[in-house]
C-alpha cells in the first residue's frame, strides 16, 4: 500500500498545481470558485459510495464483474441519478451565492457547467470503481484499502480539470 499512497499523494500535489494555473479563469468568473470545493469533494464521495457497495458485495460473494448484471447495473444508475441531483442543486446554489457576493453569471451557463462536468466527473468515478475493485480482486488485495483512495484522489485532479474545460467551453 506505501507505494500506492506515495503515487496517490504526489497525483494530489499536481491537482493543486492545475488549480493554481487556472487561477485566471476562476479570478475572472468568481461565481465558478463555489463549485471547486464541492465539485472535487462530490466525485470522490460518489466513487467511494459505489466503492463501498461493491466492495461490500465482493466480500459476500455476490458480485460479478459482467455489464449485464442487473445488482452493477442498479448501483451504476443509483450513482448516476444521486450525481445529476446533487450537481443540479450546486449549480443552483452556486447561482444564488454569487447573486450575492460575487459577479453574477448568467443561471444557464452556471446550471450547465455544473451539470455537465458533475456528471462527466461522476462517469469517471464509476469507472474508477469498477475498475480499482476489479483490480484490487485480480491483485487478491482488499478492496476496502485501495479503491477509495484511488478513486478520490485521482477525482480531485480530474474534477478540477473537467470542471475547467467544460467553464472553458461554456463561456
Known amino acids: 500500500m506505501f507505494p500506492l499512497l506515495i503515487a496517490l499523494s504526489v497525483l494530489e500535489m499536481g491537482s493543486g498545481y492545475v488549480l493554481e494555473s487556472l487561477e485566471e479563469t476562476y479570478l475572472a468568473n468568481p461565481t465558478l470558485l463555489t463549485l471547486v470545493p464541492v465539485m472535487i469533494g462530490m466525485g470522490g464521495n460518489l466513487g467511494a459510495i459505489l466503492s463501498s457497495r461493491l466492495s461490500t458485495r465482493l466480500h459476500l460473494g455476490t458480485l460479478e464483474f459482467d455489464p449485464r448484471n442487473r445488482v ?21 446554489a452556486a447561482w444564488l451565492v454569487g447573486q450575492v457576493f460575487a459577479h453574477p453569471m448568467a443561471f444557464s451557463d452556471l446550471l450547465v457547467i455544473s451539470l455537465v462536468s458533475g456528471m462527466l466527473l461522476a462517469g469517471l468515478a464509476v469507472l474508477l470503481s469498477v475498475g480499482a475493485t476489479w483490480v484490487s480482486y485480480r491483485k487478491e488485495l482488499d478492496p476496502d484499502d485501495t479503491t477509495i483512495p484511488v478513486v478520490t484522489n485521482v477525482c480531485d485532479i480530474c474534477g478540477v480539470i473537467i470542471l475547467s474545460g467544460v467553464a472553458a467551453v461554456v463561456l
Open 72 to 92: 452493477l447495473l442498479t448501483n451504476v444508475a443509483a450513482i448516476l441519478l444521486l450525481a445529476a441531483t446533487v450537481f443540479t442543486a450546486l449549480g443552483v
